[in-house]
């Protein structure tokens, strides 16, 4: 007999891809951003780790993934590929008192939003996480440690000058589950499913 205690679990969650060429520039805006910074200052995202989460899920029991899964291709299978473009940079909460540097990810027509909340509907059986409140597509760039108050004005600065550029635009034409391993290195992802749109 097994308690609840000892059942394995996934921290997952469920993100769009991002195309090679966009992530270039991408990286291009990422570099960028780290010279107006000290070092260590930010903890940066791994380029390879750049994708648009649709909804963190923390910890998912294994025997509960394959339901997990059918509970999202449910979905896909209802939507269309999507036309996303990456463009602007911004911060979580805000410039003057950043704690997340992120790019901005949008279709101009609402249809990520409303992906995005059939899938959070989607999933709200299989995780104790609290939902994402007032979803805004992005792509994050790092998380701030400690910044001083040039270093804020700097990145301010910066994202009010590039907010315009347009980063890449491409078709979604899939959902991922993806597994995240937290190690001493930082977070290592996996992908456990791929589900296309419709």
Avoid: Y
């Avoid at 469920?14 to 991408?26: F, G, Q, T, W």
């Avoid at 750049?50 to 394959?66: N, Q, S």
């Avoid at 609402?110 to 104790?128: N, P, S």
């Avoid at 347009?166 to 290195?185: F, Q, Y």
Wanted: glycine share 6%; hydrophobic share 45%.
């Amino acid at each position: 007999m097994t308690d609840k205690n000892s059942t394995e679990t996934l921290r997952l969650f469920v993100a769009i891809p991002m195309p090679e060429l966009v992530r270039k520039k991408v990286i291009r805006v990422q570099q960028d951003m780290q010279q107006l910074v000290s070092r260590g200052a930010v903890r940066w995202t791994k380029p390879e780790q750049f994708h648009l989460t649709l909804r963190f899920l923390g910890d998912v029991p294994v025997e509960r993934v394959a339901a997990l899964q059918e509970a999202v291709h449910a979905v896909c299978t209802r939507t269309p590929p999507l036309h996303l473009r990456a463009q602007g940079v911004g911060f979580f909460p805000k410039a003057s008192s950043p704690r997340v540097i992120w790019v901005g990810v949008n279709d101009g027509e609402d249809r990520l939003v409303d992906l995005q909340k059939e899938i959070e509907g989607a999933v709200q059986l299989f995780t104790q996480e609290p939902g994402t409140g007032k979803f805004a597509g992005h792509v994050t760039l790092g998380r701030v440690k400690f910044l001083n108050r040039s270093e804020i004005e700097k990145l301010a600065a910066h994202a009010q000058a590039v907010q315009n550029r347009l980063l890449g635009e491409w078709t979604a034409n899939e959902v991922e589950l993806i597994r995240s391993d937290l190690l001493p290195t930082g977070a290592q992802h996996s992908l456990l499913a791929a589900i296309r749109l419709a």
